[in-house]
């Protein structure tokens, strides 16, 4: 199995491909789209999760989702046709970095993808180049809870902790308006759905030659979490809006 196949059956029981529950993202997009009338884009939408809860509770808005697994975009739009929201959602397969578009956009999220961009300021100036005047950015990374261990740094890269990472965001150019950081059930949670639906599938299926790799992988990962970082690392959701770009005082 690749990597993809892996991602999909191990998100079988929780789509978001973050640590966020249904409540959490649904906060998050309340804040991100106050109106319901606006343009999202995602950067690295993979099963667009977040576009589709977002288009399928707001009839007047439109969604484009960008990202470079073929296998996750045709998951976004077989479930967009089922949804009947697949009108207003343009899925382009490529690399997020070299993502243009003709317009802006009022909502420029991007949750748990800052490694394609070569972290969160990187992220942060790709969303920019695609913000309306006035545009929200809804973006969610990791952060350091706790000092890591060498091992932790190794498997999920370099974070920092959470007051500095949001000062780097506002020495960026940004204010949150918003927030969510990660509860410890929410951190849980998505990595016991990750392993369990892995390891599930693979008890399930016996004969398949994949299924040897899917519990070795569910074994591995879910080790590496308890030992590695789960007492490390945490995720935060932010919800930007450009500290300059305020109508000017009279
Ligand atoms: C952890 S998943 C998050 C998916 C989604 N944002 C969510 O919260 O459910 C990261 C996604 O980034 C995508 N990705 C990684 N590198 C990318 C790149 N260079 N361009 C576009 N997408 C990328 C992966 O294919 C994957 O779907």
Redesign the pocket.
């Known amino acids: 199995m690749n990597h993809e196949q892996i991602s999909r059956l191990a998100h079988a029981g929780h ?4 640590p966020l529950d249904d409540d959490s993202v649904r906060r998050l997009l309340e804040h991100g789209i106050p109106r319901g009338d606006e343009r999202v884009l ?6 667009g ?2 576009l589709l809860r977002a288009l399928a509770t707001r009839p007047h808005l439109w969604g484009e989702g ?4 073929e296998v ?1 975009l045709t998951r976004a739009r077989d479930a967009a046709s089922t949804l009947a929201v697949e009108e207003r959602l343009v899925l382009h397969h490529q ?3 070299d993502f243009s578009s003709a317009h802006s956009f009022d909502l420029v999220l ?4 800052a ?2 961009f070569g972290g969160l300021l990187p992220t942060l100036a790709a969303a920019r180049k695609h913000l309306a005047p006035g545009g929200r950015v809804l973006i ?1 990374d990791g952060f350091w809870e706790r000092e890591p261990s060498p091992a932790a740094v190794e498997m999920l890269g370099d974070f920092a902790d959470l007051p500095t990472t949001v000062d780097r965001v506002v020495a960026d150019g940004w204010t949150p308006v918003y927030g969510h950081v990660s509860t410890r059930q929410e951190l849980d949670d998505y990595e016991w759905a990750w392993t369990g639906s892995l390891a599930s599938w693979a008890l399930d299926h016996p004969a398949d030659p994949d299924s040897p790799q899917g519990l070795a992988v569910a074994t591995t990962h879910r080790s590496e979490w308890l030992r590695g970082y789960r007492d490390s690392w945490g995720f935060v959701c932010l919800v930007l809006r450009q500290t300059s770009d305020q109508p000017a005082v009279r």
């Open positions: 789509p978001i491909a973050a995602d950067l690295g939408c993979g099963g999760e977040w960008v990202d470079i697994s996750s690399d997020a970095m991007s949750v748990g993808a490694h394609a969610g």
